[in-house]
C-alpha cells in the first residue's frame, strides 16, 4: 500500500487550515511587494486634495463627488493587484503544484484571495475617512451599510480581477485592460464627471458598467440611504458570483494549459 | 501500488500518450526514460490530476488519481516556486496543505533540510538561489508530507553534482521507507545508482520495462585487443569475458593490453529508443 500515511485535518477544519496557510503565504508576498498597493491609496488621496475646490465649486455635493468617484476609481485599478497575483501563480508555474496539493480549487481561490481582499477593503476603508477627515466628505450616518458596500464592492472587483487572469495571456495584457477598463469603466459610471452632466448615449450606456452600480451603492451608504444602497449592491453581488464561478472554474481545469486555454 | 493501463492523451494533432502502460510497486524506483516528446511529462501530469487522459485508467492503490490528491509528492520538470518566499515558507506551506501542524511539521521541515542539504538555505528567498539550490528546494516541498507515490519528472535536470547526490540519496532513502518512486531523467547513470527498474518510452508508449541485466542480455558488449605492434582488434559480442579468453588462448602475436567493455545503460537506451525512432 503506497497510501497508508495519516491523513489528519479532513473536513472544515483541514479546510480551514489549508485556507489559513495559503493566506499566510499570500499575505507575505504582498506584503514584500507593496508598491502597487501604495499608489492605489496615495494617488487618489492628491488628486481628492487637488480636485476638491473645483468640484466644491462646480457641483452641490462637490465633496461627496471627488472623494466617492476617486475612491471607486482607484479601487477598480486595483482589479490588476487580484489579477497579477493570480497571473503569476501562472508565470511562476506554482498554480499546478498547489492543484496537487489536498486544497480543491475553491480554497486555492480562497486562500490566494484573502489577503487581496483585506487589501481591498483596507484600501476603500482608508479613502473613506481620508474623504471625511481631508475632502468634507459627510460622515456616514449608518457606517454597518458603509462597510456592507465595501465589502461587496471588493468581492466583484476581486471576482472580476480573477476571471481577467484567467483570460489574459500575460501581464502586459492585463496591465493594459485593466488600465483602460478601469478609466472607461468607472468614468462611464460618473467616477469623474457627474451621471446628470453626461452625454445622454453616457446616460443610458452607464448601467453597463460595474462602476456606475458601485458608485451609487457608495453615494446612497454615504448618505444612509438603505434602500437605495441594495439594490446596486445587489447587482455587484451577482457580477461578483458570476465572475468568481467563472474564476473558479477556470482556475480548477489547470487555465492556460494545453487544450484548456 | 501504482497502475496505469493503455493512456491516451492527445493535444490537437499531437499524439502525447498512445497506449502508455506501467506499473509500480511500493518500494520500487522506476526510471522512465525517453526523448523529449516520449510522453513522460504527460504520464507524470495524469497520475498528479493535472491533466485528463483521453483513454485507458489509472489508479494508485485501486483509487483513481482524483481521489487521491494530496498523496502524490510530485517534482515537475520546471522550477515552481515563489522567487520571493523563503524555502522554509514553501515547506510550511506544502507541509500544512498536506495536513501537518506544529511539532510534526517542524520535525518534517527539519529532518528534510538536513537530508537535501538546504539548512543553510531554510531563509533565504528562493529567487536568490542558485538553480541547483532551487533544485533541491523543489524537491523539498514534494516529499516534506512523506508522500507514498513520487513522481519526479527530471529532478536533476541542470543540477549541480551536490544537487545530484542529495537528490538520489533522499529518494533512495524513501523508496527503502515503502515509496513508490516514478523518476524521468536524461542521466543515465543515476538510474545504474538508484537501482532503478528501467522503463523505455517512444512515441507515447512504454517499449521496454525490466532490470538493467534483463533489458541488456541481449546487447553486445565490446573486447578491444591491441596486440604488439599497435595493432587494434575491436570484437562486439554478447559475452565479452568468453570472448577475451577465447581470444588469449588462440592468440599467436603477444598482447599488449585488453580492454572489455559490457554494455552499458547508454547502449540500451541508444537501442531500444534511438535505433528505431522515426
Redesign the interface.
Known amino acids: 500500500m503506497l497510501l497508508d500515511a495519516p491523513r489528519p485535518g479532513l473536513g472544515v477544519l483541514g479546510s480551514v487550515h489549508r485556507i489559513a496557510a495559503l493566506a499566510r503565504l499570500n499575505l507575505l508576498l504582498r506584503l514584500r511587494d507593496p508598491g502597487q498597493m501604495i499608489s492605489y491609496v496615495a494617488m487618489p488621496m492628491v488628486l481628492m486634495l487637488v480636485l476638491r475646490p473645483l468640484y466644491v465649486r462646480a457641483l452641490d455635493a462637490g465633496a461627496t463627488q471627488v472623494a466617492t468617484g476617486l475612491m471607486v476609481m482607484f479601487s477598480v485599478f486595483a482589479i490588476s493587484l487580484a489579477g497579477n497575483a493570480i497571473l503569476s501563480e501562472r508565470t511562476w508555474r506554482t498554480w499546478d503544484r498547489l492543484r496537487v496539493s489536498r486544497a480543491p480549487a475553491a480554497e486555492l481561490l480562497i486562500g490566494k484571495t484573502l489577503p487581496l481582499f483585506v487589501v481591498m477593503v483596507a484600501q476603500q476603508s482608508i479613502l473613506l475617512v481620508y474623504g471625511c477627515l481631508a475632502i468634507g466628505l459627510p460622515v456616514p450616518p449608518n457606517p454597518a451599510i458603509v462597510l456592507m458596500s465595501i465589502v461587496i464592492w471588493a468581492f466583484a472587483l476581486l471576482a472580476i480581477g480573477a476571471a481577467l487572469a484567467t483570460i489574459v495571456r500575460s501581464h502586459g495584457e492585463l496591465s493594459v485592460i485593466s488600465d483602460v477598463g478601469a478609466l472607461t469603466l468607472s468614468s462611464l459610471g460618473g467616477a469623474l464627471v457627474p451621471l446628470s452632466l453626461m452625454p445622454e448615449w453616457a446616460q443610458v450606456a452607464a448601467p453597463a458598467s460595474p462602476g456606475y452600480w458601485a458608485l451609487t451603492m457608495m453615494q446612497s451608504a454615504v448618505a444612509g440611504d438603505v434602500a437605495g444602497t441594495l439594490r446596486p449592491a445587489a447587482v455587484l453581488l451577482a457580477i461578483g458570483v458570476m465572475a468568481g464561478a467563472f474564476a473558479a472554474r477556470r482556475l480548477a481545469r489547470g487555465w492556460g494549459r494545453g487544450g484548456l486555454m | 501500488?501504482?497502475v496505469a493501463t493503455d493512456l491516451v492523451k492527445r493535444?490537437?494533432e499531437i499524439q502525447a500518450l498512445d497506449g502508455f502502460t506501467l506499473s509500480v510497486a511500493?518500494g520500487e524506483i522506476v526510471g522512465l526514460l525517453g526523448h523529449n516528446g516520449a510522453g513522460k511529462t504527460t504520464f507524470v501530469e495524469i497520475v498528479?490530476?493535472?491533466?485528463r487522459p483521453d483513454g485507458g485508467r489509472v489508479t494508485?492503490?485501486g483509487?483513481p488519481p482524483a481521489a487521491?490528491?494530496?498523496?502524490?509528492g510530485?517534482a515537475?520538470q520546471?522550477?515552481?516556486?515563489?522567487?520571493?518566499?523563503t524555502v522554509r515558507?514553501h515547506l510550511?506551506?506544502?507541509g500544512?496543505?498536506?495536513?501537518l501542524?506544529r511539532a510534526a511539521l517542524r520535525s518534517a521541515i527539519e529532518d528534510l533540510a538536513a537530508v537535501l542539504r538546504l539548512t543553510e538555505l531554510m531563509d533565504r528567498r528562493t529567487g536568490k538561489l542558485s538553480g541547483g539550490q532551487q533544485r533541491r528546494a523543489q524537491a523539498a516541498?514534494a516529499l516534506v508530507?512523506?508522500?507514498?507515490?513520487l513522481l519526479l519528472d527530471e529532478p536533476t535536470a541542470g543540477a549541480d553534482l551536490e544537487t545530484r547526490q542529495a537528490m538520489l540519496d533522499v529518494v533512495k532513502q524513501r523508496a527503502g521507507e515503502?515509496?513508490?518512486v516514478v523518476y524521468t531523467t536524461h542521466y543515465l547513470p543515476e538510474l545504474t545508482e538508484l537501482q532503478a527498474t528501467i522503463a523505455v518510452a517512444r512515441d507515447g508508449r512504454v517499449i521496454a520495462r525490466g532490470s538493467y541485466e534483463e533489458l541488456a542480455k541481449d546487447l553486445p558488449g565490446e573486447v578491444r585487443v591491441t596486440l604488439e605492434g599497435e595493432e587494434e582488434l575491436r570484437i562486439s559480442t554478447s559475452d565479452p569475458a568468453a570472448t577475451l579468453i577465447d581470444l588469449l588462448h588462440h592468440a599467436k602475436r603477444p598482447i599488449s593490453s585488453v580492454d572489455v567493455r559490457n554494455p552499458s545503460l547508454d547502449d540500451l537506451y541508444r537501442s531500444l529508443a534511438v535505433h528505431d525512432a522515426p
Open positions: 501500488m501504482l493535444y490537437g511500493a498528479s490530476h493535472l491533466i494508485i492503490d483509487k487521491v490528491r494530496g498523496q502524490v510530485v515537475p520546471h522550477i515552481a516556486l515563489y522567487p520571493s518566499a515558507e510550511e506551506l506544502y500544512r496543505l498536506s495536513g501542524r516541498t508530507h512523506r508522500p507514498g507515490l515503502g515509496a513508490a
